[in-house]
């Protein structure tokens, strides 16, 4: 894209619109240029700082570090996906994927060749101007917008997903992004949204662990079951609330690098790197990960727990490879649009 500045790190919206025009028709089509051009959003949209950009913001340089490895978390975005697009042809499903970072799950999913999912087409938003420009620089479709005013035409897509990362959304504009979000799916189109229980292991993590090590800390309000329900309860949706197993995996050729692997992967991710420094050992590491991550008393107490799956972080060997599995419980609404 030539360099400019405005919309994006080093592109106009002009510029952006041309380079959309001819790398990504698709996504141009469903472009709403009135809400691109509103003069109050983009200026809105501009004037955004946010600890994804990068290291000097916040955590954004190690974030995607971590993510170079689009397959961690694939056993959670598969489920979502699925639920977001129940259809036997992905191949005709338009997904928006509203907190999308610099692409995470359009990768997996470009992974998977061999999974049906391979065949949808998605779209990956977000609000941080180097986020949408390392996307575009991978070859994705991807739109600079924020979750609070999408710049999608009115029921324009089949499925909108809000996940990893919801809680970044102020409790009192969480309203706006879900009609938002239900407003540019046709009817019969789904809306996914994925987070962590306030009551859970993970809210612990992000408040005992993450909030205060890291540079920008976490102090994001996670959600209930009540909360998810409410946000949908007046909009012309049937959702309903479920628990989905989302864990974080790595491989590597044997065990201590598989665990190494996982505590450099969580050290990044959240940036909370001193905390691992601070271990005596990769053991000590993995000791850590092991009491922060225990799910068994958390799933113990849900009504209908995920079957069959883990609940504390634990190493295996399958084919040959060495693996890295740590749980980790989400919370998940699922809506339809009525027709
Ligand atoms: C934890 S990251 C997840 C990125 C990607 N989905 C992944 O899984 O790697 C959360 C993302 O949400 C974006 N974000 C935060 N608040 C947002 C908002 N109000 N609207 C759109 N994106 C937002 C951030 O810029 C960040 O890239």
Redesign the pocket.
Known sequence: MPAGAGYLPSASLDEYMSHTAAEHPALHGLIDSARARSPRLLKALVSVT?E?DSDETGRGDSYRRA?RDASVRWTGARQLLQLATRTDSPGDVILL?????DG??ARAVADRADNPLAKLYIIT????GE?VARALALGLPAVRQ???ALLLRDASIDATLL???TH??APADRPQAVREAVRVVKPGGKVVLHDFDTASPMARFFTEVVHPHSAAGHGYAHFSRAELSALFAELPVSASVLDVYDPLIVEADDRETACARMCRYIADMYGVQEVFAAHRDTAASWAFLEEIFDHSRYAAELVDAPPGVPHRPFLYESGGRWFAEVPRMAIVAVAEKRA
Do not use: P, R
């Open positions: 946010n994804f993510q994927d509203v907190l999308g970072g995470t799950i938003g977000d609000i941080s986020m924020s979750a609070e996940a990893y990362g970044h959304i």
